[in-house]
């Protein structure tokens, strides 16, 4: 797509054409999936995206991977403890992060200088492949998982969350909303159900490296096959996602029979699932639109709520999305009217839906400056079942998007016969 082509579609200033993110895609002797991108910039960054997360925890056994994130880089064959390896960053000028779950993946990212690089390896693959936590270690996690749960969220307030996620996804993927796991389900997992699950899934064949730097192809492959040699182990089963219906259109709950103390407001939360493969920053522009007139209406209008917040997530043919606002009790059956009408006036209005395809379009071309954003946003997009999408491809889709494909968003996702509302009573 030409610069006149994008700037006639989206009214932007475009300035020059950018190349797409080439991403060189290969596969590595040791099983894993490379996504490699040459550039001439001093350092290098490599992310590893294993493709299992909190879904994956075994049923009973909820928080398992986020115990397993907390023990592995405790104690490695090579670095005794965890401040053992922060040593060792400092000594060789090298930065890392050692784990971060979502519901979908856990990874592991970092980045040096070129020179400095095979130290950035032998850290990660202490951690991925050396391991050696023990009963002692496992003791002392879980008192800092369980503190970590009690300081985050209510145990209360998860489990109803996890609750209107089956009523709202059914037993999809995106049904389980937490990724923490649950006090009593931390406290009894064993280290033989943890060592179990790592021995299986944590090797390199459900991996995808992502890599950015001044190399060559044939120099990372090798060295990334040295570093991390192939593993016996199952790959994580990949099964097809069927968009759901809700099992009940509505949740009620008391906050005060939560266990929520002091609150003095009404929780509504609307949340819906779509189809994936007609995403491209529809949901986004959708949610933006409706928060901003719900805002005119609800706050501006009215001074009944503070803020209306909205979140959305995709797998790989199946996303969900929520819109939730804090209002003022008594105003309950009210604001559900508001919420209806507010939904029918953002799907007839043009000018919001090109107001918001411009703000993500702008928000695309800052992420397009800077390598170190675009191998985060990376990391934080790709869903684990598909490759990982360039920036150029979700760009000029997103700018071709029609007023139509808008309002058909709407029509079949965002409608009272496939929108689950829960209320949060004081």
Not at 9 to 24: D, G, S, V
Not at 183 to 208: C, G, M, R, V
Request: charged residues 25%; hydrophobic residues 35%; aromatic residues 12%.
């Amino acid at each position: 797509m030409s610069p006149n082509s994008l700037k006639e579609i989206t009214n932007l200033e475009i300035i020059k054409a950018r190349e797409p993110y080439r991403f060189e895609q290969t596969s590595l002797p040791n099983g894993g999936e490379l996504y490699f991108q040459q550039a001439k910039i001093p350092f290098i960054q490599l992310g590893i995206l294993f493709k299992f997360g909190s879904r994956q925890d075994p049923p009973g056994k909820e928080g398992l991977i986020h115990m397993l994130d907390h023990l592995l880089p405790s104690k490695t064959e090579k670095f005794p403890s965890f401040l053992a390896i922060r040593e060792y960053e400092e000594k060789h000028g090298v930065r890392a992060n050692y784990g971060e779950i979502s519901l979908d993946s856990f990874r592991l990212f970092g980045f040096s200088l070129k020179e400095d690089f095979p130290h950035l390896l032998h850290l990660l693959s202490q951690i991925i492949s050396f391991s050696r936590y023990g009963p002692k270690d496992l003791v002392h996690e879980k008192k800092v998982v369980i503190q970590e749960l009690r300081r985050k969220m209510l145990p209360q307030i998860r489990k109803v969350w996890n609750e209107v996620g089956i009523k709202t996804f059914g037993n999809s993927p995106l049904s389980r909303i937490d990724n923490l796991g649950e006090e009593e389900t931390i406290a009894s997992l064993h280290l033989k159900d943890i060592q179990k699950f790592e021995k299986q899934y944590l090797n390199p064949q459900n991996a995808a490296f992502i890599l950015i730097g001044d190399c060559q192809l044939n120099e990372i492959k090798n060295l990334l096959t040295e570093t991390f040699p192939p593993k016996r182990g199952r790959l994580i089963a990949l099964r097809s996602i069927f968009l759901p219906s809700p099992s009940e259109l509505r949740s009620e709950y008391s906050k005060k029979a939560l266990g929520i103390k002091g609150e003095t407001q009404t929780e509504l939360e609307w949340s819906f699932s779509f189809s994936s493969s007609e995403f491209f920053k529809l949901c986004d522009i959708a949610l933006w639109s409706l928060k901003r007139k719900l805002t005119a209406e609800l706050r501006e209008k009215r001074d009944w709520t503070y803020e209306i917040k909205y979140n959305w997530r995709r797998l790989k043919d199946l996303g969900g999305g929520w819109i939730t606002t804090l209002i003022s009790p008594g105003h309950e059956k009210e604001t559900e009217k508001i919420f209806w009408q507010v939904v029918k006036e953002v799907a007839s209005d043009t000018r919001l839906f090109k107001t918001y395809q411009q703000m993500i379009l702008k928000s695309l071309l800052a992420i397009d400056a800077s390598y170190n954003a675009t191998l985060m946003y990376g990391l934080d997009s790709i869903p684990v079942e598909e490759k990982i999408p360039l920036l150029m491809e979700t760009y000029q889709k997103t700018a071709a998007l029609t007023f139509q494909s808008f309002q058909s968003f709407f029509k079949n996702y965002l409608s009272p016969d496939r929108t689950h509302l829960t209320i949060f009573r004081p």
